[in-house]
Nanobody
Framework: QLQFVESGGGLVQPGESLRLSCTAS????????VGWFRQAPGKEHEGVSC????????YYADSVKGRFTISRDNAKNTVYLQMDSLKPEDTAVYYC??????????????????WGQGTQVTVSS
């Protein structure tokens, strides 16, 4: 079971920004496709954004396109999610996951795991 430490969540107002961090624990992320996922109250987990191992391919859910940016720093074993223009519907617990799957779209659409603690993002006025 791959483990991560997710951080950076918080309470913000609509239109504000947050940057989430996902740091791998006990393994190196270099060869993994990594994704951010979220679960809103009463809803299933949703793939938000995924990034290929070499940072040359990314995928975004339609609901976050143009507002969120995923990036990775393999030297720091960390993947980031920059979230701008946040909306109340972005409120959720955000998790990260990794897999050797080659397709960022399949990663975001199909991946599931025994999710960790995640980081809470609340967007409210």
């Amino acid at each position: 079971q791959l483990q991560f430490v997710e951080s950076g969540g918080g309470l913000v107002q609509p239109g504000e920004s947050l940057r989430l961090s996902c740091t791998a624990s006990g393994f190196t992320l270099d060869y993994y496709t990594v994704g951010w996922f979220r679960q809103a109250p009463g809803k299933e987990h949703e793939g938000v954004s995924c990034i290929s191992p070499s940072d040359d391919n990314t995928y975004y859910a339609d609901s976050v396109k143009g507002r969120f940016t995923i990036s990775r720093d393999n030297a720091k074993n960390t993947v980031y999610l920059q979230m701008d223009s946040l909306k109340p519907e972005d409120t959720a617990v955000y998790y990260c996951g990794a897999n050797i799957i080659g397709s960022v779209q399949l990663m975001c659409e199909m991946f599931t795991a025994d999710w960790g603690q995640g980081t809470q993002v609340t967007v409210s006025s």
